[in-house]
């Protein structure tokens, strides 16, 4: 069965056809000189894409990722459902409709921080973004979405998935850690998990964002004196978020702290920051980063599994 993808996913697409036992398709994609984007379904991927389900592998970041998602959800509904028109008039025009079985599988989820509207007249973006991106397929996988409440009631069946274990498999076996920290509540599930994987101790800090560069924690006494400390979040952003929270947990003794995220974003000189705040940082291939020691391909394929038997 065949795993695609475009310009942003490619090896990330190749591990989790690894995973699945199937194989990966990468689609023609390419930029015209003005940067509008190309996908094209090749010709020797028409008669694979149409005899079986097919997962589509699309980090929908930056913004030129999300049209890239569109255009090849576009391109493989058109191949399943048998609309082969086109302008030269090559190979047969129609063809029988292939039925369901698109997913698509968004290793991270551009715009699901703004899921509320938190002023009046804002957009709620995650929102969106999931209506547009679900308008093509039968069902999608999202790879440690912010905020899943945000996609509760699409047409199609979501599958979240989590990389939180495969995180505590790599931060046991090179960090070792005797404490995991949540930087914030939003985490704490995720965060949890990992200390109950490692079999740690845990807690949890509460932040207040002032604005996108800036972040406060409510002071808290945490028992860490001579601790290895994993701070474990979803994403890593400007670090601002990590680095208060690693110089809390160094005012309260901290041996070592480490930090850990699926979504290594990274902006903004954030890998510089960090550097001066902890001993390490791990995150996921989600998307392409210079901290990519963990593969997101194991937890998308644990939903791909679940659609599967939810949905055909
Ligand atoms: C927000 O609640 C997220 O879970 C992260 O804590 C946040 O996005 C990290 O951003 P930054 O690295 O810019 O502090």
Same mark, same amino acid.
């Given at each position: ?5 475009? /310009? ?18 990468? =689609?023609?994609?390419?930029? !015209? ?11 020797e991927s028409i ?6 389900? +097919? ?5 929908? !970041?930056?913004?030129?990722?999300? $049209? ?27 063809? #029988? ?5 698109? !997913? ?18 804002? $957009? +709620? ?40 274990? #495969?995180?505590?498999? %790599?931060l046991q076996d ?5 404490? $995991? =920290? /949540? ?8 965060? /949890? ?22 972040? #406060? ?9 001579g601790a290895i ?28 702290? %480490? ?6 974003? !990274? ?13 390490? $940082? ?31």
């Open positions: 069965m065949p795993v695609v993808s475009g /310009s942003n996913a490619f090896e990330l697409a190749e591990a989790l056809a690894g995973e699945l036992g199937w194989e990966h398709h990468p =689609l023609e994609v390419r930029r !015209f000189p003005d940067s509008e984007g190309y996908v094209r379904v090749p010709q008669e694979a894409i149409r005899s079986n389900p +097919v997962v589509i592998v699309a980090t929908t !970041f930056p913004d030129s990722g999300i $049209v890239e998602a569109l255009l090849m959800m576009e391109s493989i509904y058109d191949v399943r459902s048998g609309d082969m028109r086109n302008l030269k008039g090559e190979g047969e025009q129609q063809l #029988e409709d292939a039925g369901p079985g698109i !997913f698509l599988a968004i290793p991270y989820f551009g715009y699901s921080r703004q899921d509320k509207r938190f002023q009046q007249g804002e $957009v +709620v973006s995650a929102k969106l973004l999931a209506r547009l991106l679900t308008r093509r397929c039968d069902g999608m996988v999202v790879l440690d979405l912010h905020a899943p409440a945000v996609l509760e009631d699409l047409d199609v069946p979501v599958s979240f998935v989590s990389s939180m274990p #495969e995180i505590a498999i %790599h090179q960090v070792q850690p005797d404490f $995991v =920290l /949540s930087p914030d509540k939003g985490a704490i599930e995720r965060a /949890s998990h990992v200390a109950q994987a490692i079999g740690c101790k845990f807690s949890y800090l509460e932040k207040t964002r002032i604005d996108a560069h800036t972040i #406060e924690h409510k002071a808290k006494d945490l028992d860490v004196d400390v994993a701070i474990v979040d979803d994403m890593i952003s400007t670090g601002g978020t990590i680095c208060k929270a690693s110089d809390a947990l160094r005012r309260q003794g901290a041996k070592a702290v %480490h930090a850990a995220c699926t979504h290594g974003l !990274f902006t903004g000189g954030a890998i510089t920051r960090l550097a001066n705040h902890v001993d390490g $940082v791990h995150a996921t291939d989600s998307l392409p980063n210079p901290r990519s020691v963990v593969s997101g391909a194991p937890a998308i394929a644990r939903g791909v599994k679940d659609l599967i038997q939810r949905v055909l």
